[in-house]
């Protein structure tokens, strides 16, 4: 679905008008084309005065990428983006330095620019408080200033988690994901590194090459989008939908060189149907994305069976047993990756969706509580929580709930289904196998909840 307002205030007339009266004007996200540099710009590297060290390790990564890497911000250079190192941060008064110098910088950020942190958990066991403090400020700090950027310029952070080395593969991956294109509606976020796992692909633009992929809920929306990334992104796809939707499916499958396969998730035999399906017609399973969803809206009072069962039995009981079955059978491959959709309802709750928010954030439960079996496995299991991405199912809102919704975060417009896809598709690659159990918002820095 298009968003006028955002076409009319970045094209001619109406953009001249929009600025003369002042109105918000959304900008035109930077999103992933083949061919467009990783990054729009020179990238400058800021630190601590403890972290000089951990700066030079990050420099060398990103020279390594080709970047025009600058230590020093010198008058009228304009930047691409900014990474602030902060991994050996000893209390919240060294912040100043490294955070004044930043300020002084940000107005030569291009638009679409990135600021991406890198700090340490402030949740390791024996932190004195003053380590505590200093690494928790980074958090605080970082959603502040997201909110302060302006022309689709983001800021994200990458954090270390105890014992993570800077040149843990997942640092690398996470800040490569972080700076390029591909992380367009990931604003205000932190991500955690949990361990030294992953590994750097041998090609980046194509990370998943001879890799096979189960997307549900694929016949349209996130589905189809996340089917097409994942394919673009060298893995072979399945999608599954409902028989329902069959034509829409196979016009999908088709389109991504996959193959399709109609199904009711909330079946009994889903999983062995899934698994029998990659068996014969691919022989081997690596990725399981649990897209398929559902919304029954209705205020609690008004709540039925008829709007309750359908919300829980797609969204969080099918994942459930899904999961449970394919780890159980053994076809998963030697890394596996399960990436499943949550919600921004699921984590700061929204009116009319006690339903939806209970489902969705029972997925957050279950991927937190199954990290282990997947590290056991070699895998790593995540969720990308989306806010308001512009589908068929945020078009049936109602136009002023919708409006409202669509431009309450720090871009102040939509997602496309394309962002939410972009990120699903980095938690399946090698280079993310050192996060797990973690969940990445998708929303553009929404105002409501965390
Ligand atoms: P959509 O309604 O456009 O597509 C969902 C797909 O899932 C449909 O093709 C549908 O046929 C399929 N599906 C439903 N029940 C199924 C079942 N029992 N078995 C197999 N397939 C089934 O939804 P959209 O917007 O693309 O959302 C995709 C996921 O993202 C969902 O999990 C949704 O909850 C989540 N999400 C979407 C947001 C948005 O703003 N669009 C925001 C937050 C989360």
């Known amino acids: 679905m298009t968003d006028t307002y955002l076409d009319l205030v970045n094209s001619g007339f109406t953009r001249t008008l929009a600025k003369r009266l002042g109105l ?19 990238v400058l590297v800021l630190h601590d005065d403890d972290s000089s060290d951990a700066a030079d390790v990050l420099a060398e990564t990103m020279l390594g990428w080709d970047l025009d890497v600058h230590r020093h911000a010198s008058k009228d250079d304009g930047f691409g983006a900014v990474v602030l190192v902060l991994t050996e941060l000893s209390a919240p008064s060294r912040l100043r330095e490294p955070l004044l110098a930043l300020g002084g910088s940000l107005r030569a950020l291009a638009p679409g620019g990135r600021v991406v942190t890198v700090s340490r958990t402030a949740t390791e066991p024996g932190l004195s408080a003053t380590l505590a403090a200093a690494r928790q400020g980074v958090d605080g700090m970082l959603r502040s200033l997201a909110k302060e950027l302006r022309g689709g310029a983001t800021g994200n952070g990458i954090v270390l988690g105890e014992g993570v080395g800077l040149d843990a593969p997942s640092v690398a991956g996470t800040l490569r994901f972080l700076l390029s294109a591909r992380s367009a509606f990931v604003d205000g976020q932190l991500l955690t590194v949990t361990s030294d796992g992953g590994t750097i692909p041998a090609d980046w633009d194509r990370p998943l090459d001879g890799q096979v992929a189960v997307v549900t809920g694929a016949a349209r929306g996130i589905g189809a989008a996340i089917a097409r990334t994942l394919a673009r992104d060298g893995a072979s796809v399945v999608v599954v939908d409902v028989p329902a939707s069959g034509e829409a499916l196979a016009a999908v499958a088709n389109e991504v060189r996959g193959s399709a396969l109609q199904l009711d998730i909330t079946a009994d035999d889903a999983a062995a149907r899934i698994l029998a399906h990659v068996a014969s017609r691919h022989g081997r399973l690596d990725l399981l994305v649990h897209n398929a969803g559902v919304l029954r809206d209705k205020l609690l009072a008004n709540m039925t069976p008829k709007q ?16 449970d079955q394919v780890l159980a059978s053994g076809a998963l491959g030697t890394a596996p990756r399960i990436v499943c959709l ?38 790593t299991i995540n969720a990308v929580a989306p806010g308001f991405i512009e589908t068929d199912m945020t078009a049936r809102i ?24 972009e990120a699903i598709a980095f938690l399946a690659s090698p280079q993310a196998g050192g996060v797990n159990g973690q969940v990445l918002r998708v929303c553009g820095q929404n105002m409501v909840g965390a």
């Open 398 to 421: 109602p136009f002023a709930t919708r409006e409202i919704a669509r431009r309450f975060n720090s871009l102040q417009q939509g997602g496309q289904p394309q962002d939410v896809a």
């Open 308 to 323: 309750w069962d359908p919300v829980l039995a797609v969204n969080v009981t099918a994942p459930l047993r899904i999961t």
């Open 24 to 42: 918000p004007r959304p900008a035109v996200l930077r999103r992933f084309r083949e061919g467009d540099p990783l990054v729009p710009g020179r």
């Open 342 to 379: 949550a919600s921004t309802s699921g984590i700061a709750g929204n009116r009319g969706q006690t339903n939806y928010g209970a489902s969705k954030a029972g997925v957050i439960g279950m991927v937190r509580a199954s990290a282990g079996a997947l590290a056991a496995a070699g895998g």
